[in-house]
């Protein structure tokens, strides 16, 4: 991919350069995986060419919970069984060659709040009780400790520094994409990790499309204020009825990035709506509501 220099004033190049390529530069496709004890994932290229971590998504396949949840529910805040879930978590960790001993799962509450994750968050979440709460990011240099975060058609981004050897995710739903927790996760990983915007890769994972995701006016407000004219017009489109609009939170975040100093070359955006595509992914707004929950997985190899 042809580098881009960037200039924070020239969003119209930006878009310019993205609708040039033959398919949109910030799209990337999505690798589907079968890992060995048979549970089906999604792999990202943009982080494939980074040795130094093993990442994952989630899908709603290959696990042990039944009816709406069916079948591989990974949270425990829903009224599935505790231990399916449990079993549930053991199959994905096993996919990603890890165990849930070692992870430490968010508590997501649409803040954008970051937390460092050191050795002594092992399992909490998952195997044993959180000390933290209203946690929506997570970062680390630790090797070995698996960062998890849940989706249901918010957007999951992954971040990851080989030079530096650290890595961040982070969920995004309205709240966190307005309220940049994009950029805050990157100055988590400068201000702990003294990381380098230049060296980040960046994936922008499922998430709910543009096509999919109607919003009142007064969200769409805040996206018009939040970002330049010319970014906006893009992020916010007019809705099928009066008083709505139509959203893209990857591309909303997408600019995040950009405006965090990640080179465009080493961002990806996953061609995948969870909304779209409800018989392999949860989404709340395709269910209403009655569904499970997927994670993105990530940790440095020891």
């Not at 709506?273 to 994670?295: E, M, P, Q, V, W």
Request: proline content about 4%.
């Amino acid at each position: 991919m042809e580098s881009l220099t960037w200039n924070k004033t020239d969003t119209d190049a930006v878009y310019a350069y993205m609708q040039e390529q033959e398919r949109p530069a910030y799209m990337d496709t999505v690798r589907s995986v079968t890992a060995e004890n048979g549970v089906p994932y999604l792999r990202f290229p943009m982080l494939e060419s980074e040795s130094f971590i093993e990442h994952g998504f989630s899908t709603r396949k290959g696990g042990v919970s039944t009816g709406i949840y069916e079948s591989m529910n990974l949270t425990f805040n829903l009224e599935d069984d505790p231990e399916n879930v449990s079993e549930n978590f053991r199959r994905m960790a096993a996919a990603l060659h890890t165990v849930p001993e070692k992870m430490v799962y968010s508590k997501q509450t649409h803040t954008t709040n970051v937390l460092k994750i050191e050795e002594h968050h092992k399992g909490m979440g998952i195997v044993r009780e959180r000390d933290f709460d209203n946690i929506d990011g997570l970062v680390t240099n630790v090797p070995g400790i698996c960062l998890v975060t849940s989706y249901a058609d918010c957007i999951p981004l992954f971040f990851a520094d080989s030079r530096d050897q650290c890595i961040g995710l982070s969920h995004s739903g309205w709240r966190g994409t307005v309220g940049n927790i994009a950029q805050v996760t990157v100055e988590a990983l400068i201000r702990e990790y003294n990381a380098n915007p230049a060296y980040i890769k960046a994936v922008i994972g499922p998430g709910i499309c543009r096509g999919c995701y109607e919003v009142s006016e007064d969200v769409a407000v805040q996206f018009q204020k939040k970002y330049l004219p010319q970014e906006a017009e893009h992020i916010v489109t007019p809705g099928k009825s009066v008083g709505k609009y139509q959203l893209d939170l990857q591309l909303a975040n997408y600019y995040n990035l950009i405006h965090a100093g990640i080179y465009p070359e080493h961002i990806a955006v996953a061609d995948v709506c969870t909304c779209c595509n409800s018989d392999l992914l949860f989404s709340h707004r395709a269910t209403k509501g009655r569904r499970g929950i997927l994670c993105g997985m990530m940790y440095i190899k020891e």
